[in-house]
């Protein structure tokens, strides 16, 4: 799905550039230009970072307890 309308940047982009280690809203703005634009897409994105972010972190916690 669609997250920036302005730079079409969908949730599958922001996932990617989290797992290339982006992980900051001014991380991804440099890197796809998310929030360049009108800005009303910012704090979805600023979400979604975080949950990618987090999802990374518990599977490379459980990985390691593997």
Known sequence: ???CICNAITERQ???SARS???SIEELSATLG???G???CREC???LLRE????LTAS???NAGA
């Open 45 to 47: 994105a600023v979400e």
């Open 21 to 23: 280690g982006v992980r």
């Open 38 to 40: 009108c800005g009303r």
């Open 34 to 36: 998310v929030a360049a």
């Open 52 to 55: 990618a972010c987090t999802a």
């Open 1 to 3: 799905m669609y997250i």
């Open 14 to 16: 922001v996932h990617e």
């Open 60 to 62: 490379v916690a459980s």
